[in-house]
């Protein structure tokens, strides 16, 4: 039974205490936070005016800015640790709101920027010489110029924010809210209702005739809201297109991009990489065609794993030392760092009722690297832990090393610290553990593979042609959508039978209303793939500086720092050659 909270024990939860003593300290802090934004008033049409000015007006946004944020994962976490709490619910509603009035409030500060040039930016740095760190942020602000409205269009945009966002939010309550699924029979005579987060959970269960039933009933199901669906990813997709124009882009997915300076070649290199390399996902398909025994491979069996034996037991603590230890290649300080993370409340361990499902890592610049859990004692939650430890350490050293402006980073490199931990993993599994948890490590590597590169490449060419299509005056329909996803499903999955319930497949993928987002797992597993190899060859050196850089540097230069260059192909081409030697170490053992 899934415990109540209270009887947790206090090692496996995080402290959020150390961020706000009570939530009464909390509700303090918003209080001042929220009268602190009639500060910028005096600010508006004097950003400029002197190097003075302009760095009290970036000193104090900063300051705000690290208030609300604090606020904000605050009241998240705390819902998240049990989603019944409604007063949680509440404070992060609240949250959220004053970061939208924040956002608000500050918005003539970058066009006021903007206004004053490259000229005159360059007088302030050298007349006050606290404006010298952000000679960076100044030149990304300026790289907008291009792209930037009014202030009072600015200020509009910025109030639109919950507006924008309804396609988004309308199929998120319709799929996870109102949308519900009937229930199907387990192997083991229990009723239970299928939902969007235990589907690909049942497509694994070793019982075919099970996993036909979860399939065919799934998407018989989601059918019926074909119409809704359609409209809300139409209207998303042309809010992306609608807004890419008004700000001058020449598209949608160069507007995206341009937001981390990412040129679109390293978008089409990947694509086209991986459409070269097709062969290596069809190996791999036809390795678990053998596994499983089946005269055809059919939907319902791509998610089956190739180790088809029982899943090993893998406590917490033994997960941790095995983590630890598959660290070690990137130093001691790293090891020691994530050792005093473990033991000192980052990480909310196990599932307890209303916790929501899923694993993250948190925080704030401010705030431990928290990390949340559903910790359940499998070989699938180890390399959960290990993920979210890469994304955990990266913002460790992030804000360990630079200053509140650069304290963060990008997507596209967030996904190779974390990816890097668990091919590190994989490597030091198959080389040290027993031989189930071999087995399970390496069916783990090429499923996460699978899924990371191929089929979020895959998803990333249905997302540009999709955009294409409306840039090009063309409609939308769900034929049509069918068709597209369809297509690129077959050139995918050709070993496999692509039936026309998987044409539909689109409809149940949220990722599609992050505008141009998926692309960046991709390119983060390939970044790290090559960087495995280089950290054992070399040392960890280089890495452990890129995971310092943050956002002073532009993502595909930090990259660059660590010894990886995202601009070409050979990356994605190295990191599929991996896959493939472990596709054919697969065949050994499985087969």
Do not use: C
């Not at 508006?44 to 300051?63: C, F």
């Amino acid at each position: 039974m899934v415990k109540e909270r209270k009887d947790i024990e206090d090692e496996y939860k995080w402290d959020l205490e150390k961020m706000f003593e009570s939530d009464e300290a909390w509700h303090e802090s918003f209080e001042q936070a929220s009268e602190r934004l009639d500060e910028f008033e005096r600010f508006q049409g004097r950003v400029t005016e002197s190097g003075e000015t302009l760095l009290e007006v970036l000193k104090l946004r900063e300051e705000v800015k690290r208030e609300i944020k604090d606020l904000s994962a605050y009241a998240r976490m705390r819902y998240d640790q049990d989603t019944r709490e409604q007063e949680y619910q509440a404070m992060k509603s609240k949250a959220s709101t004053l970061y939208s009035e924040f956002s608000s409030a500050v918005s003539f500060i970058q066009p006021e920027i903007q206004d004053a040039g490259r000229e005159r930016i360059d007088e302030l740095i050298d007349e006050e010489e606290g404006l010298e760190v952000y000679r960076h942020y100044f030149d990304n602000v300026l790289r907008f110029t291009p792209h930037t409205l009014s202030k009072s269009e600015e200020k509009l945009v910025s109030s639109l924010g919950d507006v924008l966002d309804a396609p988004d939010d309308a199929y998120r309550m319709l799929m996870n809210a109102d949308m519900t699924f009937p229930e199907v029979e387990t192997p083991e005579g229990e009723n239970v209702e299928i939902t969007q987060s235990n589907f690909t959970k049942f497509l694994k269960n070793e019982d075919r005739e099970f996993r036909t039933e979860v399939y065919q009933t799934f998407y018989d199901r989601i059918e019926t809201v074909t119409n809704t669906v359609t409209s809300t990813f139409q209207k998303n997709v042309k809010r992306n297109v609608k807004m890419a124009e008004i700000r001058d882009y020449e598209s949608a997915r160069k507007a995206s991009l341009f937001s981390s300076n990412i040129p679109v070649e390293v978008y089409d290199n990947l694509v086209d990489a991986v459409h070269d390399n097709l062969d290596a996902l069809h190996d791999h398909l036809e390795l678990k065609q053998n596994v499983l025994e089946v005269d055809e491979l059919g939907m319902q069996d791509v998610y089956m794993p190739v180790a088809t034996s029982e899943e090993p037991e893998v406590s917490y603590e033994d997960a941790k030392e095995y983590i630890l230890e598959a660290v070690a290649p990137l130093g001691d300080e790293y090891q020691k760092v994530m050792r005093e993370g473990l033991e000192n409340d980052w990480v909310d361990v196990y599932e307890n009722r209303g916790k929501r499902s899923g694993a993250y890592s948190g925080g704030t610049y401010d705030s431990m690297p928290y990390i949340l859990l559903n910790y359940q004692d499998d070989v699938n939650s180890m390399y959960t832990l290990a993920h979210e430890l890469g994304h955990s350490m990266h913002s460790y050293f992030t804000t360990e090393n630079q200053p509140y402006i650069y304290g963060d980073y990008k997507i596209f490199v967030a996904e190779v610290a974390s990816t890097v931990n668990e091919a590190l993993l994989t490597r030091y599994l198959l080389e040290n553990a027993p031989e189930e948890i071999r087995r399970h490590a390496l069916s783990h590597y090429l499923e996460n593979f699978r899924t990371t590169l191929f089929r979020q490449t895959m998803f990333a060419d249905f997302e540009q042609h999709v955009h294409e299509e409306v840039e090009e005056g063309e409609a939308l329909n769900s034929k049509k959508l069918n068709e597209m996803y369809g297509g690129l499903k077959e050139e995918f999955y050709r070993p496999a039978d692509v039936d026309d319930r998987i044409r539909k497949e689109w409809m149940r993928i949220p990722h599609f209303y992050y505008n141009f987002y998926v692309f960046q797992y991709s390119t983060g597993i390939s970044a790290a793939e090559t960087l495995v190899e280089k950290i054992i060859q070399e040392g960890p050196e280089d890495y452990i500086d890129f995971l310092k850089t943050g956002s002073s540097e532009y993502p595909i230069d930090a990259l660059k720092i660590a010894g990886v260059d995202m601009e070409e192909e050979r990356p994605v081409e190295k990191a599929i050659e991996h896959y493939r030697n472990n596709v054919e170490k697969g065949k050994d053992m499985f087969t």
